[in-house]
């Protein structure tokens, strides 16, 4: 199997947003994860920390001091609008 090029690579990435892992959300309002393996309200450094744990390469996009990004950033798709994997 050959590597993959760096373009290829960032064509695969995986976006994990904190919403997706906050259990104070409903599934309606973009949590995407069980209430059991959820918690209340995730930080950069706990998806960090969880990323880092299970050894998978990543690449933050905020920096660690900064604020929460706006809720329209993170916001589940409006219905009926298509979503990419």
Do not use: N, W
């Amino acid at each position: 199997m050959a590597a993959l090029s760096t373009s290829e690579v960032r064509d695969r990435r995986l976006i994990l947003h904190s919403i997706y892992f906050d259990a104070t959300k409903k599934l309606s309002e973009g949590r995407k994860v069980p209430l059991s393996q959820a918690c209340d309200h995730p930080i950069l450094r706990d998806l960090i920390d969880a990323v880092q744990a299970l050894g998978l390469p990543f690449e933050p996009e905020a920096r660690l001091d900064a604020t929460p990004l706006p809720a329209r950033l993170t916001a589940p798709p409006s219905p009926g609008q298509e979503v990419q994997p």
